[in-house]
């Protein structure tokens, strides 16, 4: 219930136009111009990149969030690169756009991810499937 809950609030904030980038316009993938705020998502790659891992304990249990595309990190966290590798280039700031943290404790005007009511759900299901 978790996992599978939270794998769509993860998407629907990266896909949510609330993302700042630095008041300037930019030409996605597919053509089109975007300007500020925005959403995330451009090819895809980022998005599709997400593995939620359980993991259960005897007091307790864990969903490890793990994007494997490489760029991963600099989309949520910011930074500084040079456009395309060119070290000839000028430094561009990307600004940070932490759709996960966002997610897991709210911010951005992202309502934090209710994690409680999932599992409740699961477990009360369980309970009525157990005791019929």
């Given amino acids: 219930y978790v996992v599978a809950s939270l794998r ?3 998407d629907k904030n990266m896909d949510s136009s609330i993302w700042g980038w630095s008041g300037r316009e930019t030409v996605r993938s597919n053509g089109t111009s975007v ?3 925005r959403n995330i998502v451009d090819t895809g790659r ?3 990149s997400l593995s939620l891992k359980e993991s259960y ?3 307790k249990s864990t969903v ?3 994007y494997t595309a490489p760029y991963a990190n600099l989309v949520h966290n910011g930074g500084v690169i040079k456009p395309y590798g060119n070290r000839n280039a000028n430094d561009v700031i ?3 756009r932490p759709w996960v ?3 897991l404790e709210g911010g951005f005007g992202i309502e934090p991810f209710d994690m409680d009511s999932h599992i409740k759900r699961g ?3 369980a309970w009525a499937s157990y005791i019929g």
Wanted: net charge positive; charged share 25%; hydrophobic share 40%.
């Fill in 46 to 48: 980022l998005k599709k």
């Fill in 123 to 125: 477990v009360d299901e």
């Fill in 94 to 96: 990307l600004p940070a």
């Fill in 64 to 66: 490890l969030i793990k």
């Fill in 8 to 10: 769509g609030a993860l």
């Fill in 57 to 59: 304990q005897v007091t």
């Fill in 101 to 103: 943290r966002a997610t």
């Fill in 35 to 37: 300007g500020s705020p």
